[in-house]
């Protein structure tokens, strides 16, 4: 084969095979080609979930959405982590944020909405609840939905009265 019958790959440049699933140089998956003939890289997508991803998908994300090689990625969390550690402590954090699938919430999200609903469990559970009927219950003692507002407590005392003025 000669090189006019091989186009570039969109990610290393490299010339490929026109009907190449992955390059053979940088290992990046190809998609369909286009009608213009070119290949096309699809659109951005920030999550983990990518064809070539080998521990959480995090390099894989980087890259397709950067159009590098996920070889190229990989060695720069590997630098950076010998050099300053900082590498393994950016690759788990965007871990947590970047979510696994399309439409799924990231591990960051579900670890704040879980502490939040924690949160709001033990407030319900320890707020007193004034009843219609004037007793004093705790939230244990009441159902776990909140008090209507008229039932709250007042948040500031009530202000005395304005001194009135003689009349002269």
């Not at 998609?31 to 213009?36: F, L, Q």
């Not at 070119?38 to 659109?43: D, L, P």
């Not at 550690?85 to 954090?93: D, H, M, S, V």
């Not at 949160?119 to 319900?124: K, M, Q, V």
């Amino acid at each position: 084969m000669n090189t006019e019958e091989r186009v570039a790959c969109p990610f290393c440049k490299e010339l490929i095979l026109p009907d190449a699933i992955k390059c053979k140089e940088c290992g990046s998956t190809l998609s369909k080609r286009g009608p213009a003939g070119q290949f096309s890289v699809g659109a951005f997508s920030w999550v983990r979930n990518q064809p070539n991803r080998k521990i959480l998908g995090v390099a894989a994300c980087i890259a397709y959405n950067l159009r590098v090689s996920a070889t190229v990625v990989r060695l720069v969390f590997v630098l950076l982590t010998f050099v300053s550690f900082l590498g393994l402590i950016l690759y788990l954090a965007l871990a947590a944020v970047l979510p696994a699938d399309p439409g799924t919430r990231s591990l960051f999200e579900t670890a704040v909405d879980a502490i939040g609903a924690a949160f709001d469990s033990f407030h319900r559970r320890n707020v007193p609840v004034v009843t219609a009927a004037g007793t004093t219950m705790s939230g244990s003692e009441s159902t776990n939905a909140p008090p209507p507002a008229a039932q709250l407590p007042p948040l500031t005392p009530p202000l005395p009265p304005e001194p009135t003025l003689p009349n002269s």
